[in-house]
C-alpha cells in the first residue's frame, strides 16, 4: 500500500492548524458582536434615544473590520478539506458534508446577504425593520457555528453514520442523531457563548479605554455596563457546557479525558487529586510532577464519588484486542472487494467495529500493508501499535489548563466590572479599567486554546476510532505543501497587519467621526429619528 | 385588519410553542441557547437602560439641592 | 429507474445549477473587480465601480462556498479528488478568493493613495485569476486528469501540475470564462452607474461579448478533434458509489461528442451559447443593459450546458486509469445523503432567492459619484 510521507502528513495537520486557529481569531467577535449590536440597536428602538444607535454603528464599524477576515479566512477552510484531505473527505464526506453545505444555504448565505443591509440599510429601511435585520444577522452567524459545531462533533463522535463494504467509507444515515447528538449541542453552545465572552470583553475593553482617556464617556459607560452583564452571563454558561462536555468525552473519548487530565493510572476514588499542573512526559509516559487538589477529581469528572477514570496505561492495554480484531477486519475487507465473498463480508461485520484499529496497524506494518503481515510479527506490530492510540499529553492536558484558567479569570473579570459598573463606580477604579483594557485578547487565546485541547485530543483520529489522520491526507509532495504553507503564512500576516491597523485606528478615533461626516440625507434621517 | 394581525400573531405563537416543544424535548441544550441569548441580550439591555435611569436621578439631585 | 439513480441524476443537474449561478453571479463582481481600475480612473470613480457590486458581493460570494459545500456533500469522492489533484491551482484560487473580501473592507478605510493603489491591483488579480481557474479547471477535466485509486479508496496522483497550467486547450477556457465574467461585470457596472464609467464599461463589455464568443467557438471545433472519454459498460446507475469497480471506460478522438450525435437536439446548446454572448454585446453596444444582463445568463447557461451535454456522465475522467474515471454514477453521496440534501435544498433555495431580490429591491438605484464620497459607510 502506497503510503503519505510523515512530513507531508504533519505539513498538512499544521496548515490545517494554522488557517483553523487564524480563521477562529475573528469568529468568536462575530459571534458575539452580532448579539450586542442586536442588543443596542434593541434599546436603540424601545427608548428612541440616539446615542444607542451611534453605539450599535459605532461597534457595528469594528464588527465590519473584523467580519471580513472572518469570512476570507472561512472560506480557506471549506476548500482545505478537499485539498488536503482527500481521503478523509471521500471516507465521511457523505456524513461530514452534509451540514457543510447546509451551513451555506441555510446560515451563511443569510448572514452574507443581510450584512450589507446592515451596514448600507440605515436609511433605507424603518427603524424596527433595520433592528430586525441586525437580529437575523445575528442568528445567522451563530447558525453558521452550529452547522459548522456539528460537523465537528461528527469528527469526534461518529454518528448517525456507518461504515459500508459496497462503497468503502462512512454513509449517513441519521440526519436526526447528527444534528441532535448530545455532543453537537454541547460544542455548539459552548463555542457560541464562548464568542459571547469574546464579544463582551472587546467592547468593555475599548470602552475602559475611552473611561481611562476621560473620552466618549456617554458611550462608553453604557457599552461598558451593556458589555459586563453580557460577560457576566456568558461566562457562567461557558463554564457550565464545559463541564457538560467534559463529561461527554469521559464517556465518549476516554483517551482525551485521560489525556487532558494526565491520568496514565486508571484511578481509585474518591480520593484522586485534580492535577493543577504537571509536566507529562508522552515518551515514557509519566508526569514528572504533580501539584493536585485531592478529592476533586472523580465528582468534576464522573459526576458521582465512586466511578473510576480510565487511564492511558490501560487504555493501551485494551486497545491491543482491538489492534488485532482491526487487522483481521481489513484483510476481510481487501478480500471481499476483490472476490465479493459473503464468507469475507461476514467476518468483516464481525469486526468491523475494530476496523479503525487496523489502520491505525498500517504504519508499523511490513511494507505498510496490514492484509499481509506474517503471523510471527503479528505481537511486534501490535505492539507498536498500542501507543499510538494516545494524542499528545503534554499540549492536550496544558492547552486545556490554560482555556481553564483564563476562564475562570474572565468570570472574576466580569463579576467585579458588573458590580462597579452598576454603582457607577468606575472611574475611581482605574486598575479594573486597565485589566479590562488588556482582557481584550485573552478570550480569543482562550478559545485557541480550546480548540487545541479538543481537535489535539481527538488524535491520532479524523474520525474518531476510525480513520487515523495519517490515512486521512491527500498525496501531496512536501514541495506542494510548502508552498501552500508560505502562501498562507505570507497572506495571513499581510491580514493581521492591516486588520489591527485599521482596528486601532477606528479604536482611537473613536464614535465622533460619524457626526462629522453625516451627509445631508442622514442628518434628515436623524431629524426623523429625533421627532418621531 | 385588526383581526388579521391578530391571527399572524397567532400563527407566530404556535410556532414557537411548537417549535419549543420539539427543541426542547430533542435538544434541550438548543433550547437553553435559545433561551440563554434572549436573556442575555434582555438583561444586558435592560442593564443600560437602568444607567440613563440612573444618571437622570443624580442630575436631577444636582438641581434640586 | 431506481430512485436512487434519478436522485444521482438530480444532483448532476443541480451541480450544473450551482455552476451557472457561481458564473453569472461571482463572474459578474469578479468582472467588475477586473474592470475596476479601467473603467474608474479617479478614485471616487473606482469607489463608485465598487459600490455598485457593494451591498451585494458578499451574498454572491456564497455561491463560491455554497458550491464547496454542495460538491462536499453531494459528490464528497469528486470532492476530495479534484480539490486535491489541482492543488496548486486551487491554492492560488484560495489565495485570490480570500483576497477580495478583505480588499472591499479594507481598501477605503485609510486615505493613503499608496494603501488605496495597492487594494486596486489585488481587485485586478482577485477577479481575473479565480475566473481563469474556474475556466481553466473544466479544460483540463475535459482533457482528462491523471490520478487513480488505491483499494482503501485513497487516491494517487500521477502528473505534475505544471501540466494543469501550462496547457494550451485550458487557457483558452480560462480566456472564455474571464470574457463572460467581464461581459457580465460590465453590463452591471451600466445598469448601476453614470458617464463616465457607463461608457467605458459599454466598451469594455461588449468587446468581451465578442472575445467570448469567438474564444467559445474555437474551443467547441478543438473538442471536435480531442481525445474524449466513453464508458463502454455499466454495472448499474443505481449501483453503490464506488469508483474502484463497476465500470469500463474507453478513450477515442471525438468521443465528447458522442451524446451530440446520439440526441441532436443537444446541439441547441452551444448556439445558445454563442447566440446569447453575440447578443449581449450588441445589446451593450445598444445601451439596454438590462437585458444584456440576462442574455449574459443565458450564454453562462450556453456554455456549461455544452460541456456538461458533452461529458455526461463523466465527471473527472482519469487518463492514468480510465476505469476509474469519476462519473455521477460512482461519485455521489448515498441515498441517504442525497435525499436528505435535496429536501433540505428544497426547502432553502426559495427562501435565498427571496430575501436575495428583497436586498436588491431594497438597495436598487443608481450610484452616484459624490453620494459615496461622501457616505461615511460605503466601500
Same mark, same amino acid.
Given at each position: ?532 | ?10 400563527? =407566530?405563537? !404556535? ?5 419549543? +416543544?420539539?427543541?426542547?424535548?430533542? *435538544?434541550?441544550?438548543?433550547? =437553553?441557547? !435559545? ?5 442575555? +441580550?434582555?438583561?444586558?439591555?435592560? *442593564? ?18 | ?379
Amino acid at each position: 500500500m502506497d503510503f503519505i510521507s510523515n512530513q507531508v502528513v504533519e505539513l498538512s495537520r499544521f496548515q490545517f492548524a494554522l488557517t483553523a486557529l487564524y480563521h477562529f481569531m475573528f469568529v468568536p467577535l462575530t459571534l458575539g458582536l452580532t448579539f450586542m449590536l442586536a442588543a443596542m440597536e434593541t434599546v436603540y428602538v424601545v427608548t428612541g434615544r440616539r446615542i444607542y444607535r451611534d453605539m450599535a454603528q459605532f461597534w457595528g464599524k469594528l464588527f465590519g473590520i473584523n467580519f471580513a477576515i472572518g469570512v476570507a479566512t472561512g472560506l480557506t477552510m471549506e476548500f482545505e478539506f478537499g485539498t488536503n484531505w482527500s481521503m478523509y473527505s471521500h471516507f465521511f464526506g457523505d456524513m461530514f458534508g452534509t451540514p457543510l453545505a447546509i451551513e451555506g444555504l441555510m446560515a451563511f448565505f443569510m448572514e452574507s446577504t443581510f450584512v450589507g443591509l446592515m451596514f448600507f440599510g440605515w436609511d433605507r429601511l424603518s427603524k424596527q425593520a433595520h433592528l430586525a435585520i441586525t437580529y437575523l444577522v445575528a442568528l445567522g452567524s451563530n447558525l453558521s457555528a452550529l452547522w459548522i459545531l456539528i460537523a465537528n462533533a461528527g469528527m469526534n463522535v461518529p454518528e448517525g453514520a456507518h461504515f459500508d463494504a459496497d462503497t468503502m467509507r462512512m454513509q449517513f444515515d441519521s440526519f436526526v442523531s447528527v444534528v441532535f447528538s448530545p455532543e453537537s449541542q454541547s460544542k455548539f453552545v459552548h463555542t457560541s457563548v464562548a464568542g459571547y465572552v469574546a464579544a463582551s470583553m472587546f467592547v468593555m475593553g475599548i470602552s475602559a479605554f475611552y473611561l481611562l482617556r476621560g473620552q466618549h464617556r456617554e458611550l462608553a459607560v453604557r457599552s461598558f455596563r451593556m458589555a459586563a452583564i453580557f460577560g457576566i452571563i456568558s461566562s457562567v454558561a461557558v463554564i457550565t457546557l464545559g463541564d457538560v462536555l467534559g463529561r461527554m468525552d469521559y464517556e465518549r473519548q476516554p483517551t482525551k479525558i485521560a489525556a487532558i487530565e494526565g491520568i496514565w493510572h486508571t484511578t481509585k476514588p474518591p480520593f484522586e487529586p485534580w492535577i493543577i499542573a504537571a509536566l507529562p512526559d508522552d515518551e515514557k509516559q509519566v508526569n514528572h510532577f504533580e501539584i493536585g487538589i485531592p478529592y476533586v477529581l472523580t465528582p468534576l469528572i464522573t459526576h458521582s464519588f465512586n466511578q473510576p477514570v480510565l487511564g492511558m496505561h490501560e487504555l493501551e492495554d485494551q486497545a491491543g484486542p482491538r489492534i488485532r480484531s482491526g487487522i483481521i477486519a481489513l484483510t476481510a475487507l481487501r478480500h471481499y472487494g476483490e472476490t465479493h465473498d459473503k464468507a469475507d463480508l461476514d467476518l468483516f461485520n464481525a469486526h468491523q467495529d475494530d476496523m479503525g484499529f487496523g489502520f491505525l496497524a498500517t504504519r508499523h506494518a511490513p511494507n505498510q500493508d496490514v492484509t499481509t503481515i506474517p503471523a510471527e510479527q503479528l505481537d511486534t506490530v501490535v505492539k507498536q501499535t498500542q501507543p499510538d492510540i494516545l494524542p499528545n499529553v503534554f499540549v492536550v492536558f496544558w492547552s486545556f489548563r490554560f482555556m481553564v484558567f483564563l476562564g475562570t479569570y474572565f468570570f472574576a473579570l466580569f463579576a467585579i466590572a458588573s458590580l462597579l459598573s452598576l454603582k457607577n463606580r468606575l472611574e475611581a477604579n482605574r486598575w479594573l479599567l486597565k485589566a479590562a483594557m488588556w482582557s481584550i485578547p485573552l478570550p480569543i487565546l482562550a478559545t485557541e486554546f480550546g480548540w487545541i485541547t479538543a481537535e489535539a485530543g481527538r488524535q491520532p483520529w479524523t474520525v474518531f476510532n476510525k480513520l487515523p489522520t495519517f490515512l486521512s491526507a491527500s498525496n501531496h509532495s512536501t514541495g506542494y505543501m510548502i508552498f501552500s504553507l508560505a502562501g498562507f503564512a505570507l497572506l495571513y500576516s499581510v491580514f493581521i497587519a492591516a486588520e489591527l491597523y485599521l482596528m486601532f485606528r477606528f479604536a482611537r478615533l473613536g464614535p465622533d467621526e460619524h457626526g462629522a461626516h453625516a451627509t445631508p440625507e442622514h442628518l434628515f434621517s436623524a431629524i426623523q429619528g429625533g421627532n418621531a | 385588519m385588526k383581526l388579521l394581525r391578530l391571527a399572524g400573531l397567532a400563527l =407566530a405563537l !404556535v410556532i414557537a410553542l411548537l417549535f419549543a +416543544v420539539f427543541v426542547g424535548d430533542q *435538544g434541550p441544550w438548543y433550547f =437553553a441557547w !435559545v433561551v440563554g441569548t434572549v436573556m442575555i +441580550v434582555l438583561i444586558s439591555g435592560a *442593564g443600560t437602560i437602568l444607567l440613563d435611569a440612573q444618571e437622570e436621578n443624580i442630575s436631577q439631585k444636582e438641581n434640586t439641592p | 429507474m431506481a430512485t436512487y439513480a434519478i436522485l444521482k441524476l438530480i444532483w448532476t443537474g443541480l451541480l450544473g445549477v450551482l455552476f451557472i449561478g457561481l458564473g453569472t453571479m461571482v463572474g459578474m463582481d469578479m468582472g467588475v473587480g477586473t474592470l475596476l481600475r479601467f473603467v474608474g480612473r479617479t478614485d471616487g470613480e473606482r469607489r463608485t465601480a465598487l459600490n455598485i457590486i457593494g451591498p451585494h458581493w458578499d451574498g454572491n460570494q456564497v455561491w463560491f462556498i455554497l458550491g464547496g459545500g454542495a460538491i462536499f456533500a453531494a459528490f464528497p469522492t469528486l470532492y476530495g479528488t479534484s480539490f486535491s489533484v489541482f492543488y496548486v491551482v486551487m491554492i492560488l484560487l484560495l489565495f485570490s478568493m480570500i483576497l477580495r473580501p478583505v480588499a472591499f473592507e479594507y481598501r477605503s478605510k485609510a486615505d493613503s493613495r499608496h494603501w488605496r493603489a495597492s487594494w486596486d491591483i489585488t481587485f485586478l488579480i482577485s477577479g481575473f485569476l479565480p475566473m481563469f481557474v474556474y475556466g481553466a479547471a473544466f479544460g483540463n477535466i475535459l482533457e482528462g486528469v491523471g490520478y487513480h485509486f488505491l483499494w482503501t479508496g485513497q487516491y494517487v496522483q500521477d502528473e505534475s501540475f505544471l501540466s494543469y497550467l501550462i496547457n494550451p486547450f485550458a487557457i483558452l477556457c480560462g480566456l472564455l470564462s474571464v470574457a463572460l465574467s467581464v461581459q457580465q461585470g460590465g453590463a452591471m457596472l451600466m445598469l448601476r452607474s453614470e458617464n463616465p464609467i457607463y461608457s467605458r464599461a459599454r466598451a469594455y463589455g461588449s468587446t468581451a461579448g465578442f472575445v467570448a464568443a469567438a474564444l467559445f467557438v474555437i474551443g467547441g471545433v478543438w473538442i471536435a478533434y480531442m481525445p474524449g472519454f466513453s464508458l463502454t459498460w455499466l454495472l448499474d446507475s443505481a449501483m453503490p458509489a464506488n469508483p474502484l469497480r463497476g465500470q469500463t471506460v474507453a478513450i477515442h478522438q471525438g468521443a465528447w461528442l458522442d451524446n451530440y450525435h446520439a440526441h441532436p437536439i443537444l446541439w441547441l446548446l452551444p448556439v445558445l451559447g454563442t447566440s446569447c454572448m453575440l447578443a449581449e454585446a450588441l445589446m451593450l453596444r445598444a445601451g439596454r443593459p438590462a437585458i444584456g444582463w440576462w442574455l449574459g445568463v443565458g450564454a453562462w447557461v450556453g456554455t456549461i450546458g455544452t460541456v456538461g451535454a458533452a461529458m455526461f456522465p463523466f465527471l473527472m475522467p482519469s487518463i492514468t486509469k480510465p476505469d476509474q474515471s469519476l462519473t455521477v454514477w460512482n461519485a455521489t453521496g448515498s441515498l441517504y445523503g442525497l435525499t436528505c440534501m435535496l429536501v433540505v435544498t428544497a426547502i432553502f433555495v426559495p427562501i435565498i432567492l427571496s430575501y436575495t431580490s428583497w436586498c436588491y429591491y431594497v438597495m436598487r438605484g443608481r450610484v452616484r459619484v459624490q453620494d459615496i464620497v461622501n457616505d461615511p459607510h460605503s466601500y
